[in-house]
Nanobody, 119 residues
């Protein structure tokens, strides 16, 4: 089993930047890909970005393309999300997730971290 702990986040003004980190522990050798999801107030959880553990493939939802950057440090078992040009609509609880089987549902989740963007 993989345990995930997010850090970072907080409050930013529109146009500003924030960084999130996700530290993985446990059976990290089983991880094939990781992702960031977010849940805006009163809405459902949505995918933000994902990355294969090798770092060879990344995915971004359209609303964050060109503004967010996902990366990972496999030696440190850490995934990061750099968020630039933040918008109020980026306000959400951000979760990191991991999976051990390609194209399957994510089966490990962090506890979430709040990101609030003021206008």
């Amino acid at each position: 089993q993989v345990q995930l702990v997010e850090s970072g986040g907080g409050l930013a003004q529109a146009g500003g930047s924030l960084s999130l980190s996700c530290a993985a522990s446990g059976r990290t050798s089983s991880i094939v890909s990781m992702a960031w999801f977010r849940q805006p107030p009163g809405k459902g959880r949505e995918s933000v970005a994902s990355i294969t553990w090798t770092g060879s493939t990344t995915y971004y939802t359209d609303s964050v393309k060109g503004r967010f950057n996902i990366s990972r440090d496999s030696a440190k078992n850490t995934m990061m999300l750099r968020m630039n040009s933040l918008k109020p609509e980026d306000t959400a609880v951000y979760y990191c997730a991991a999976r051990s089987t390609p194209y399957s549902r994510y089966d490990s989740w962090g506890q979430g971290t709040q990101v609030t963007v003021s206008s």
